[in-house]
């Protein structure tokens, strides 16, 4: 079996104000050194598929047709064996 | 300067409804070798600081302070350069 870690986050040129709120409370907290932060989503999808190739098709069509949204999202994922 | 990417995931012993919603509707979209959905956080924190260790330890600091509920949440993360 294979398991997709799939990480999604905004487009850099989309607003953020989940990952300012965040910078901010750390700020608060007193981290000082914090520059930026982005907030996003992780996937842990697990295949019963052994095909490596078969497999990266698959979470790709998935991440298209279900999993983000191309229009403000961008993802990227890896494929590790369970 | 250093990017901690950080993973949050319910920790497996955690109910995760919105893990079985997507896996349900991927069912629905004809994926039928899907054993198994997850989902979780991922945050990506931009640090002005250049040693490692100094930078290792205050991730896990805000992560235990701020960033993940640790009675039901588990993280890792990595750190790459930027």
Redesign the interface.
């Known amino acids: 079996?294979l398991k997709a870690?799939i990480?999604?986050?905004l487009k850099q040129s989309v607003l953020d104000p989940q990952?300012q709120a965040?910078e901010k409370?750390?700020g608060a907290?007193g981290?000082n050194?914090?520059?930026?932060?982005?907030?996003?989503?992780?996937?842990?999808?697990?295949?019963?598929?052994n095909d490596l190739d078969a497999a990266n098709k698959?979470v790709q069509e998935?991440c298209e047709?279900?999993?983000t949204n191309s229009v403000i999202e961008d993802y990227t994922f890896t494929l590790v064996e369970v």
Request: glycine share 6%; charged share 25%.
């Open positions: 079996m870690q990480k999604v986050l990952g965040v409370a750390l907290l981290y050194n914090v520059e930026k932060v982005r907030v996003g989503k992780y996937l842990e999808v697990t295949l019963a598929e698959q998935m047709r279900l999993l």
